[in-house]
Nanobody, 123 residues
Framework: QVRPVESGGGLVQAGDSMRLSCAASGRLFSTYALGWFRQAPGKEREFVAAIGSIARDTDYEDSVRDRFTISRDNVKNTVYLQMNDLKPEDTAVYYC????????????????WGQGTQVTDSS
């Protein structure tokens, strides 16, 4: 599985929406779970959301559960993170990573990591 590539970050204001994308090439993409993690300045990387190889299998960190939606398009080999009602505390570098089949919640459970995309609150 080739390293994922994130895109879609940038400057936002409180209440804005933004969609992040994670493109991961490879013919086995549909068999992988994809996770989004984030790392804010001075903090450890934390789990945000994940989607299993079965698309209905999703889970979220509690602070984003009612605001973010993760989805996947196996034709485009892409996973999306739709972020609504963004808050200053969402400012972080967002990373995408993959692992076989099932959702994981710890970063060590994931194999291939992207370079990250920065989301910054400019309020």
């Amino acid at each position: 599985q080739v390293r994922p590539v994130e895109s879609g970050g940038g400057l936002v204001q409180a209440g804005d929406s933004m969609r992040l994308s994670c493109a991961a090439s490879g013919r086995l993409f549909s068999t992988y779970a994809l996770g989004w993690f984030r790392q804010a300045p001075g903090k450890e990387r934390e789990f945000v959301a994940a989607i299993g190889s079965i698309a209905r299998d999703t889970d979220y960190e509690d602070s984003v559960r009612d605001r973010f939606t993760i989805s996947r398009d196996n034709v485009k080999n892409t996973v999306y993170l739709q972020m609504n009602d963004l808050k200053p505390e969402d400012t972080a570098v967002y990373y995408c990573a993959d692992r076989p089949r099932e959702i994981g919640y710890q970063d060590w459970e994931y194999n291939n990591w992207g370079q990250g995309t920065q989301v910054t609150d400019s309020s």
